[in-house]
């Protein structure tokens, strides 16, 4: 039987390392990959999923996956899993746990019952945060930040301050520098620029 993997992600909740995770195994084991990404009907967080959203749909389509944005009540959750997970033939279904916030509200065990008997033929995976992360991806999770220009050069800073380019910044793991990937969306494309010791030397739009 051909396996066919769909990860279930609540946007806002260690969505990038749980769909990493998710790649991972959907590489291992040679399988289809759906990611589902579940969000709040809040217009608060538009800004972050005009970036966002486009750098998930590239990471799963990286790995010949696809990706649906569902916006929906936690009570609507599991219908609409079901359904999702029928359309693709789902054969295992991954979650993320933790042990506060959105997802133990929306993926509490109650809930996981739920989805066993909502969709019996796939086999259910919870996965907690401590394993979502990859071993082999050599980044942190990814947070917000800001390249910006100034006399001193192209300098990135966290938050978001009112000029600069708005993105994601990945730190690597083994480093006490900031040293990693910086991502951002432009014209419906995803680019990245490498960062060393919080500087980047790329050539940005």
Known sequence: MTEVLMA????GENGFALTQRAITLATESDAPLHVLIFDSFSDDHDGDRL???PILEQMAGAARGTVRHVRAQPDQMVEAIRRHAREVAATQILIGERQDGAILRAFGWTTAEEIMRAVPEADLHIVPVSRSQ???WPYEPAVPATLTTDTAGTILRYGKPG???????MRERETDFDNGVFLYERDGQV?????VRGRSDDRLP
Do not use: N, R, S
Not at 8 to 11: K, L
Not at 163 to 169: A, E, S, T, V
Not at 191 to 195: K, N, R, S, W, Y
């Open 8 to 11: 279930c992600v609540v946007y």
């Open 51 to 53: 970036l966002e959203l």
């Open 134 to 136: 990859d071993p082999e």
């Open 163 to 169: 000029d600069g380019i708005p993105g994601l910044f």
């Open 191 to 195: 680019g990245e620029a490498a960062i």
